[in-house]
């Protein structure tokens, strides 16, 4: 003879089997965050000074001496000429900008305003560090293993798109 709960026991052993098996869930990756833009330094800013088919685009103290990283260019010619600070025998400006780097060969001269020297180089506004530049608005200059960051209050950082527009 057969036992009548034998479906009922058979349909109650598939339920709990079933129930037991766990839905598979999506795989949440976290988000990873962007590195923020570096702040601001209280009294420095980016100056953009346009005058009859040349440039300066100069990171100092406004109307003062005091300049960290200068380039300048003429109209359309796709190159600028950089002037920054650096320790006296220096022979490279060192620029990074969202991961970019790149060394510049500098000739310098001693400074009388500052200690060190002052360098000057030529670059190409092709340089992927100066594209870098111009698309977040930020760069920095090494020396000695020191990163010294220029990034622009807000409001200056359209000085920084004009420049490089200008200078092709």
Known sequence: ?????????????????CASVETPQPVVKAAVAAPAAPAPVAGYDWH????????RLAY????????RLGLDCMAGSGKVDLTALGHTGDREIHLES??????????????ELHDGDILTAKAATSEPVLQRFRRLGWIAQWVDG???????????????????????
């Open 1 to 17: 003879m057969r036992n009548p709960w034998l479906p009922v026991l058979a349909l109650a052993a598939f339920t709990s089997a």
């Open 48 to 55: 953009y000074t346009p005058d009859e088919g040349a440039a």
């Open 60 to 67: 100092g103290v406004e109307a003062s001496d005091d300049l």
């Open 98 to 111: 969202g991961g970019d780097t790149e060394r510049f060969p500098a000739e310098g001269e001693p400074s």
């Open 146 to 168: 020191e990163r010294e960051v220029y990034t622009p209050h807000p409001g200056s950082e359209a000085g920084v798109e004009r420049f490089f527009a200008l200078c092709g």
